[in-house]
């Protein structure tokens, strides 16, 4: 497929902070980027790991972050077939950011919290 310069690229969203955040910021995809952080990993391996997650739910996450170019699956003609995903350099150069982010939220939690309760307490006056 030949590549699109960048003025021939119809952006489904063109805000970029939108666009990034709405397929990242899923209640899956940062796990999953945390998971491949250290090395590659097979499906079953990530399922394990990140534990609550429907394989449904985890096979829709990685094929979401392979197609924004996060990660990327690898495909071993093998009986039985083997697959294994890693992070792509763009995935590897999320890892930084994401983990500021996960610093932060640590670090604040408790004070969103408090906020949430004093919230629904002037709510309920």
Avoid at 79 to 94: C, H, I, N, Q
Avoid at 100 to 110: F, G, M, P, S, T
């Amino acid at each position: 497929m030949p590549s699109a310069s960048a003025s021939t690229i119809v952006f489904e969203q063109p805000c970029p902070i939108r666009d990034v955040l709405d397929r990242i910021g899923d209640q899956w995809s940062l796990l999953v980027l945390e998971a491949l952080a250290q090395r590659t990993k097979r499906f079953n391996e990530l399922h394990r790991e990140i534990g609550d997650v429907s394989r449904q739910m985890l096979s829709r996450t990685l094929k979401r972050l392979e197609e924004d170019g996060f990660v990327s699956r690898t495909v071993y003609a093998e009986v039985p077939p083997r697959v294994e995903y890693a992070l792509t350099d763009l995935g590897r150069s999320f890892l930084g950011p994401m983990q500021q982010l996960v610093e932060w939220a640590d670090a604040n939690h408790w004070a969103i919290c408090q906020a949430r309760l004093q919230a629904r307490a002037k709510q309920r006056n």
